[in-house]
């Protein structure tokens, strides 16, 4: 029997990392221009590079839940208001 090795990642910390990697191509691509604008002023009133990429993945991962939960598109409309309004974090969806 094998037992796991620290090379394993465990799920939460998986999801965390692939959150944050979207985010980032988000900000790089300027797709939606959004992320890259709310970046810059998280930026500017003094937000830690990792505490903005932290509060974004949040906001992703709300409305990527909302989507499993109800079964709909991606709502770009609410996730680029939802990004706007960082960094008050959107309610969680019960």
């Known amino acids: 029997m094998s037992e796991p090795t620290d090379i394993e990642i465990d799920d939460e910390e998986f999801a965390e990392k692939t959150l944050i ?9 300027d797709n939606p ?3 890259k604008a709310v970046f810059n002023k ?8 990792e505490e903005i990429l932290n509060l974004m ?3 992703l991962a709300v409305e990527i839940d909302a989507i499993l939960e109800e079964d709909r598109p991606f709502n ?3 996730y680029e208001a939802a990004l706007r309004a960082l960094p008050e974090l959107p309610p969680e969806k019960n």
């Open 42 to 49: 998280l930026t500017l009133v003094g937000y830690e590079r």
């Open 76 to 78: 770009t409309e609410w």
């Open 33 to 35: 221009p959004a992320a």
């Open 57 to 59: 993945a949040h906001v």
């Open 21 to 29: 990697e979207a985010i980032e191509n988000q900000i790089e691509s």
